[in-house]
C-alpha cells in the first residue's frame, strides 16, 4: 500500500493537532538546493482530512503514531546526487540532506 524504499518519506518532527487551527487550512512548500519546487494549502486537497481519515479506517485499523500519505502538488521529480530538502509550513520547518548516490 505504499511507494516504499530506503530513504522514502523523510519526517520532521510532529506537531501536536491541537496546536493546528485548521487542518485543512494548512500552507505548505518544498524547497531543493534552495529552489521553491512545490507550494499548496490542505484546502487544495479533494477530501478534507477527517474524510481520508474516515475512508482508510474503513479497510485499516487505525492506531496513534500511524500516517496516511496523500498525493503532493506538481513539481518533484527524480531526485539526484546530494540534495538538501526544506518543507516549511506554517508551524515548522524541517531540513533534510539526502543522497541517493
Same mark, same amino acid.
Given at each position: 500500500?505504499?511507494?516504499?524504499?530506503?530513504?522514502?518519506?523523510?519526517?520532521?518532527?510532529?506537531?501536536? +493537532? /491541537?496546536?493546528?487551527?485548521?487542518?485543512?487550512?494548512?500552507? %505548505?512548500? #518544498?524547497?531543493?538546493? !534552495?529552489?521553491?519546487?512545490?507550494?499548496?494549502?490542505?484546502?487544495?486537497?479533494?477530501?478534507? +482530512? /477527517?474524510?481520508?481519515?474516515?475512508?482508510?479506517?474503513?479497510? %485499516?485499523? #487505525?492506531?496513534?503514531? !500511524?500516517?496516511?500519505?496523500?498525493?503532493?502538488?506538481?513539481?518533484?521529480?527524480?531526485?539526484?546526487?546530494?540534495?538538501?530538502?526544506?518543507?516549511?509550513?506554517?508551524?515548522?520547518?524541517?531540513?533534510?540532506?539526502?543522497?541517493?548516490?
Amino acid at each position: 500500500m505504499s511507494k516504499g524504499f530506503d530513504g522514502a518519506a523523510p519526517l520532521g518532527r510532529f506537531i501536536p +493537532v /491541537d496546536s493546528v487551527r485548521d487542518v485543512n487550512n494548512i500552507g %505548505f512548500r #518544498l524547497e531543493i538546493n !534552495d529552489n521553491v519546487v512545490q507550494q499548496g494549502n490542505t484546502s487544495d486537497m479533494i477530501f478534507s +482530512v /477527517d474524510e481520508i481519515i474516515a475512508y482508510v479506517s474503513g479497510f %485499516f485499523t #487505525l492506531k496513534t503514531g !500511524d500516517l496516511i500519505f496523500t498525493g503532493t502538488p506538481s513539481g518533484v521529480g527524480p531526485l539526484k546526487g546530494m540534495i538538501i530538502l526544506l518543507l516549511t509550513s506554517e508551524m515548522s520547518r524541517s531540513l533534510m540532506l539526502l543522497s541517493n548516490n
